[in-house]
């Protein structure tokens, strides 16, 4: 049996204006300019506190352990039900039927907290989708570290796993985890597709269902 793992914002849902609402109520609340949609979509990737780090940087807040802790829980409690803008990238929906309908085992992992993660999987409809869920949180590290890529493969049974994201954390963490990896190329990444390793990329989810079945015929 094939498993293929998701990453989540940048890879299946576009969550950077919900993130960039959360984060305009914590500045607002601080007298302060909100952030831009690109300096979100910048800043998203290794999880909610690296996050609340750069806004800090971005707007020149002083970065002491004890104000990050206090604007994070901020962030977190207002995170957890930021839902309402997340948008599907085309294609997205009838891909994942798709690869459902054909037996492959779907898994998800993302750096995204675990309670805002299941709130967007219910609000978008997933919940019944994925066979197994890893989110921030769920363990003691995050990606790029590949623990959460291994943890949720071996939840799916194990057995050969191609890893979908969108970003360099996504590529780090595939090439930690000695995963294969489909680099989506429409998501958050900063860097030149070129230098990002990768197997397969592909700018419409129109295509993945081809580069699975490429996979699983590989020996």
């Given at each position: 049996?094939?498993?293929?793992?998701?990453?989540?914002?940048?890879?299946?849902?576009?969550?950077?204006?919900?993130?960039?609402?959360?984060?305009?109520?914590?500045?607002?609340?601080?007298?302060?300019?909100?952030?831009?949609?690109?300096?979100?979509?910048?800043?998203?990737?290794?999880?909610?506190?690296?996050?609340?780090?750069?806004?800090?940087?971005?707007?020149?807040?002083?970065?002491?352990?004890?104000?990050?802790?206090?604007?994070?829980?901020?962030?977190?409690?207002?995170?957890?039900?930021?839902?309402?803008?997340?948008?599907?990238?085309?294609?997205?929906?009838?891909?994942?039927?798709?690869?459902?309908?054909?037996?492959?085992?779907?898994?998800?992992?993302?750096?995204?907290?675990?309670?805002?993660?299941?709130?967007?999987?219910?609000?978008?409809?997933?919940?019944?989708?994925?066979?197994?869920?890893?989110?921030?949180?769920?363990l003691d590290s995050r990606k790029p570290d590949p623990a959460m890529l291994?943890?949720?493969?071996?939840?799916?049974?194990?057995?050969?796993?191609?890893?979908?994201?969108?970003?360099?954390?996504?590529?780090?963490?595939?090439?930690?985890?000695?995963?294969?990896?489909?680099?989506?190329?429409?998501?958050?990444?900063?860097?030149?597709?070129?230098?990002?390793?990768?197997?397969?990329?592909?700018?419409?989810?129109?295509?993945?269902?081809?580069?699975?079945?490429?996979?699983?015929?590989?020996?």
């Open positions: 049996m094939v498993n293929i793992v998701f990453d989540l914002d940048g890879t299946l849902i576009d969550s950077a204006p919900d993130i960039q609402s959360v984060a305009a109520t914590i500045l607002g609340g601080l007298g302060m300019a909100a952030l831009t949609l690109e300096e979100t979509r910048n800043f998203i990737g290794e999880g909610a506190s690296v996050f609340v780090r750069r806004m800090m940087a971005a707007r020149g807040i002083d970065d002491t352990p004890q104000r990050h802790a206090a604007l994070l829980e901020k962030f977190l409690a207002e995170y957890e039900f930021a839902v309402d803008k997340a948008v599907f990238y085309p294609g997205v929906l009838d891909a994942l039927a798709a690869l459902k309908d054909a037996g492959y085992r779907l898994g998800l992992c993302t750096n995204k907290p675990e309670v805002p993660a299941r709130a967007v999987l219910r609000h978008m409809g997933l919940t019944s989708t994925f066979d197994a869920v890893t989110a921030g949180g769920m291994l943890h949720t493969i071996a939840h799916l049974g194990g057995g050969p796993t191609l890893y979908v994201g969108d970003s360099e954390i996504d590529a780090e963490t595939a090439r930690r985890a000695v995963v294969p990896f489909a680099l989506y190329t429409q998501g958050y990444r900063k860097s030149p597709v070129s230098e990002l390793p990768h197997d397969w990329r592909f700018d419409n989810f129109a295509a993945l269902e081809g580069i699975v079945a490429a996979f699983a015929r590989t020996p």
